[in-house]
């Protein structure tokens, strides 16, 4: 089946092969927060981006496979309502950005921009971009011989930076980080997935850059 990138609450994951991993996307709790659970194709092992709520239904997707991190994407309680309990029923290692880690339960390990965190023999560069919160982080895989991907969290949706609270301030820190780290380095292929609703690619966004800006939001 075509991945689409498209699921709701109760539905069926959404799978997508990379080359180097496999991405399984689902979407959890009442409000519709997704999460992505990382395979390495080489060895098995398994990163989860955003133990966001249902801890069974994400038990169940991580599997016998164990699982060797999470990577919380950002503070907000909708992103880590089941990370408590999938750390303390599979052992793995609890990453957020170090800006944000206090105020999120359970982290073992802080990034900040330009880390890398490794699943397998795969790597995810650590993009931090400031606004939605001041931790808030997005992962970057260049797929060899592929398109680059990114899991946004709430920083970057279709149609729009994240919520800034209409504080002026913070929706310029957002936009200017958005723009310089994710539009400006990565080309027009590049596909990402965000913490709610539908996938796009950084091409389909760019033309609207200007319009975000002129609006605040």
């Not at 992962?139 to 209409?166: C, M």
């Not at 504080?167 to 723009?179: E, G, H």
């Not at 780290?181 to 200007?210: C, I, Q, V």
């Amino acid at each position: 089946m075509t991945y689409t990138g498209d699921v709701s609450r109760g539905s069926a994951p959404a799978v997508r092969e990379l080359t180097g991993l496999t991405m399984t996307k689902v979407s959890v709790g009442e409000m519709d927060n997704n999460a992505y659970l990382l395979r390495c194709t080489a060895d098995g092992s398994q990163l989860l981006i955003d133990a966001a709520n249902d801890a069974p239904t994400l038990l169940g997707l991580i599997g016998d496979g164990g699982l060797a991190t999470v990577v919380t994407t950002h503070r907000h309680w909708d992103h880590h309502g089941a990370l408590a309990e999938v750390v303390r029923a599979t052992g793995a290692r609890s990453v957020a950005g170090a800006d944000d880690a206090a105020e999120i339960p359970v982290v073992t390990d802080t990034v900040g921009d330009g880390d890398t965190i490794t699943v397998g023999d795969c790597t995810l560069e650590v993009i931090h971009v400031v606004g939605h919160t001041p931790g808030s982080i997005v992962l970057l895989y260049r797929e060899p011989g592929g398109i680059a991907h990114l899991w946004t969290g709430d920083s970057l949706f279709p149609g729009g930076v994240g919520n800034t609270q209409k504080d002026p301030q913070r929706f310029t820190s957002l936009i200017n980080d958005v723009s310089a780290k994710l539009f400006d380095r990565l080309p027009d292929d590049t596909w990402f997935y965000p913490g709610h609703g539908k996938d796009s690619t950084l091409g389909r966004e760019r033309p609207h850059l200007a319009e975000w800006r002129e609006r605040g939001w």
